[in-house]
Structure formats: structure tokens, C-alpha cells
């Protein structure tokens, strides 16, 4: 089976990005079949490829995997009329690529919106089998977030998403609030698959040579975010934290941010205003090297602004790195997360916007370390046997194969 595959924002582990794209590739060329894959130049990823574009694109073999990288640069940092053009000419490239294409089945999966174009048009122009993965719910999420209020633009994307959902053989949801949120749209449940994120235990649940960043102490809590610092992101929730603790005397707790995003100098020039030297920002690090950081980190900080669309509507890449690591996470937003911390005893799960319990949890957890090593057991079991990505891959490369069976 030949698989054309997009996802504009593509990363090898040897990028800071989340791999899962690499990962399913890597499954199905395992299983014997075909894959490329389309995608940008993603600031925060490594495609696996180093020569130069020729003629606004460069492609290679990436492990097994045939990548086609299109010169268009993108980054979280980027303004809201830079991204939309990217997006766009991603979705105009990508799909005269779907029109001169052989393959059996096309996968797109998001964000953004706009890469399931290419997948609408090789479905109703050229009878071929296509699969959308979708990763957030949009317009939900950006309307819940207040980022884009026009109405003309919002109603664009809903009928994109509209025409996306009825335009697919079969679905994947990353969460149980994406699946819901695709069934309501009328497409029957039956095409409908759940497939999380998942944890590279081969990654993260392997020895890796631990280290920490500077200023942080051998003797230290070190709890970290490991991820996009943007608005969805809500890290002020962090820096307020730290305020906290602070101001109780608890020098003792250091708060580790890794990443890079729009938000970053805001936050670098408000904990230096308020001099929060417990909050440590350290530029981004590929997923080797972020295993070594964990195999030294105590708690790993899974964070969102406090918005109801995210309770249920997000798969964050770093809830599962934490699991997979072996450490407690701890939560400060209600949802399906929040709930799985609680029910299988992995961390903490704190109320969204109160610096007082996210800062008790912390000295809870500095003041308890041998809770922390049973938490972390826990997580560690739970990233076996219920999101090890290999059986997750199984299933994604299965419900493949059943979409172009069933056209």
C-alpha cells in the first residue's frame, strides 16, 4: 500500500517537536508499506533532511520514510496573517502533489485546518481513500480562545471543517472530546477512531544520562513544562505559582520551562521584574535529549490556560512523555487528564487559576519524595499499557489499510 501523508509541521526526534507523525510512518513502512510524507519547514522540527531546495522544495529517504520538505518556514512565533498565508500555500502545494500522486490512500492530519485540502480534493477529484486525523477541534478552539473573532473567517473554517469530516472515509480523534466533537458534525461514530498520543517508551522508558539545566541544585524540586510557551499555553500560571512559593520561602522549588513560542520574552521579562529566579527558561532540546532531562526531573507540569474547549479537546505530546518517563504529572485544568491522574494515583490535579494549590502541590511533593517514586510507578504503568506507541501504531497502520479496503 502507498500512503501519501501530510502534516505540515513534520519532526524527526532528533527535532523538539512531537514525533507521533514519525512514529506512524515508521509503523506502516515496518508493515511493509509506502510512505511519504509531505510537509514544511517547521522551526520547532527536524525533517531529516540537510541539502539544499531546489526549486522551493527538497526530498530524500528519512528511515525508510520518502520526505518531501516545501521551503515554507514556519514558526510559533509568527503573526496571524504570516501563518495564514503559510498555511494556504502548504494547502495549494500539497495538493497539486495529490493530483499527480499514485498513492492507494491519503492521510492528512492537523494542525492546521487547511492540510485536509489536499485530502477533499484527491477523495472527489480522483476516487482516492483519505483519512483525517484531527488534532484539535477547529473553529472551537480558537473561538474559545478569543484568537479569532471575525466572524467571516470563522465561519470559513467551519466549512472547511464541515466538508473535511464528510469528505473522509475514516477519521482518527485524539482525545474523547475531538471523537464527540466529530460525531456532532453527523459523521457516524463507526468512522470514527480514537487514537491518542502515545509514549515512546523506547525514548523515554530506556536509561538515559541525566542532567539539569544551570541554577537548578543536585538536592532541588525540579518540576517541568516541556512544550510551546503561547497563549493556549497559559504559562502564566506557572510564574504565578512561582510567586507563591516565594513568598512562602521555598527556595527549594525550581521551575523548569524548555521551549521556545510567541509568549516566551513576555514571561522571561516578567519573572525577571519580579524576580522569580525559581522559574529556570531554557531553549528547546530534541527528544533524546529531553529523555536525559526527564530521567532527572521530579515533576512534569502539564499545563493550559483555563479554557473549557482544552477539558476534553487536546492530547498534549507531553502528558505522554511524562508518563512515559516514569514521572508524577501535575495537572491544572479539569478534563479527561485531570480525571486519569486522579483514578490511577500518577500526581496531582489542581484547580485552574489558583497559584495556592498548584504551589501546594509542589510542597507537597518536595516535602513527600518518596510519594513521588510511587506516583511515578504508577505513570510508568500506566504509559504501558494503555498508550505504548507501538500498540497505538498497530492500530493507526489497521485503520488504514481498512479505509482502502472499504472505498
Known amino acids: 500500500m502507498k500512503i501519501l501523508y501530510y502534516h505540515q509541521h513534520f519532526s524527526t526526534p532528533k527535532g523538539s517537536a512531537g514525533n507521533r507523525s514519525y512514529a506512524m510512518a515508521r509503523r506502516l513502512v515496518d508493515a511493509g508499506h509506502a510512505v511519504?510524507?509531505?510537509?514544511?519547514?517547521?522551526?520547532?522540527?527536524?525533517?531529516?533532511?540537510?541539502?539544499?531546495?531546489?526549486?522551493?522544495?527538497?526530498a530524500g529517504l528519512v528511515d525508510g520514510i520518502q520526505v518531501i520538505e516545501l521551503e515554507l518556514p514556519y514558526s510559533n512565533r509568527?503573526?496571524?496573517?504570516?501563518?495564514?498565508?503559510?498555511?494556504?500555500?502548504?494547502?495549494?502545494?500539497?495538493?497539486?502533489?495529490?493530483?499527480?500522486?499514485?498513492?492507494?490512500?491519503?492521510?492528512?492530519?492537523?494542525?492546521?485546518?487547511?492540510?485536509?485540502?489536499?485530502?477533499?480534493?484527491?477523495?472527489?477529484?480522483?476516487?482516492?481513500?483519505?483519512?483525517?486525523e484531527v488534532r484539535d477541534l477547529w473553529?472551537?478552539?480558537?473561538?474559545?480562545?478569543?484568537?479569532?473573532?471575525?466572524?467571516?473567517?470563522?465561519?470559513?473554517?467551519?466549512?472547511?471543517?464541515?466538508?473535511?469530516?464528510?469528505?473522509?472515509?475514516?477519521?482518527i480523534g485524539l482525545s474523547p472530546g475531538i471523537v464527540d466533537g466529530i460525531a456532532k458534525r453527523g459523521v457516524p461514530r463507526e468512522r470514527i477512531a480514537m487514537i491518542p498520543n502515545g509514549c515512546d517508551l523506547d525514548i523515554f522508558g530506556v536509561p538515559s544520562e541525566p542532567w539539569r539545566p544551570e541554577g537548578v541544585a543536585p538536592t532541588d524540586l525540579m518540576a517541568v513544562f516541556t512544550g510551546t510557551h503561547g497563549i493556549a499555553n497559559g504559562l502564566d500560571a506557572v510564574l504565578d505559582a512561582a510567586a507563591e512559593l516565594k513568598r512562602r520561602g521555598r527556595g527549594d522549588i525550581q521551575l523548569v520551562l524548555i521551549g521556545d513560542g510567541k509568549l516566551k520574552p513576555a514571561l522571561q521579562e516578567r519573572a525577571r521584574r519580579e524576580g522569580l529566579e525559581n522559574v529556570v527558561f531554557h531553549a528547546p532540546v530534541s527528544k533524546h535529549r529531553l529523555a536525559g532531562l526527564m530521567a532527572s526531573t521530579d515533576v512534569g507540569m502539564q499545563i493550559l490556560a483555563n479554557?473549557?474547549?482544552?477539558?476534553?479537546?487536546?492530547?498534549?505530546?507531553?502528558?505522554?512523555d511524562y508518563l512515559a518517563s516514569g514521572l508524577p504529572v501535575l495537572n491544572n485544568y479539569p478534563?479527561?487528564?485531570?480525571?486519569?491522574?486522579?483514578?490511577?494515583?500518577?500526581?496531582?490535579?489542581?484547580?485552574?487559576?489558583?497559584?495556592?494549590?498548584?504551589?501546594?502541590?509542589l510542597i507537597h511533593a518536595a516535602d513527600h519524595r518518596q510519594?513521588?517514586?510511587?506516583?511515578?510507578?504508577?505513570?510508568?504503568?500506566?504509559a504501558q499499557s494503555r498508550f505504548d506507541r507501538r500498540q497505538l501504531a498497530d492500530r493507526f497502520v489497521d485503520w488504514l489499510a481498512e479505509a482502502r479496503l472499504a472505498l
Open 36 to 58: 511519504t510524507m509531505v510537509c514544511g519547514s517547521y522551526a520547532a522540527g527536524n525533517t531529516g533532511l540537510a541539502g539544499p531546495y531546489v526549486k522551493g522544495r527538497r
Open 139 to 171: 473553529p472551537e478552539l480558537p473561538r474559545a480562545m478569543g484568537v479569532i473573532t471575525n466572524p467571516v473567517v470563522l465561519w470559513s473554517m467551519s466549512v472547511l471543517e464541515w466538508v473535511s469530516y464528510r469528505s473522509a472515509d475514516r477519521l
Open 307 to 320: 479554557v473549557p474547549a482544552f477539558y476534553y479537546g487536546t492530547s498534549p505530546n507531553k502528558f505522554f
Open 335 to 361: 478534563g479527561w487528564l485531570a480525571e486519569m491522574i486522579t483514578e490511577h494515583g500518577c500526581g496531582y490535579a489542581v484547580p485552574p487559576d489558583d497559584p495556592g494549590a498548584f504551589a501546594d502541590a
Open 371 to 382: 510519594d513521588l517514586a510511587a506516583m511515578g510507578e504508577r505513570a510508568r504503568a500506566l
Open 78 to 132: 509568527d503573526g496571524f496573517l504570516k501563518r495564514t498565508l503559510t498555511f494556504l500555500k502548504f494547502a495549494w502545494r500539497s495538493t497539486l502533489i495529490a493530483m499527480r500522486s499514485d498513492a492507494d490512500v491519503v492521510f492528512a492530519t492537523t494542525t492546521p485546518l487547511t492540510a485536509g485540502i489536499p485530502g477533499i480534493f484527491a477523495r472527489w477529484l480522483r476516487g482516492k481513500p483519505f483519512v483525517f
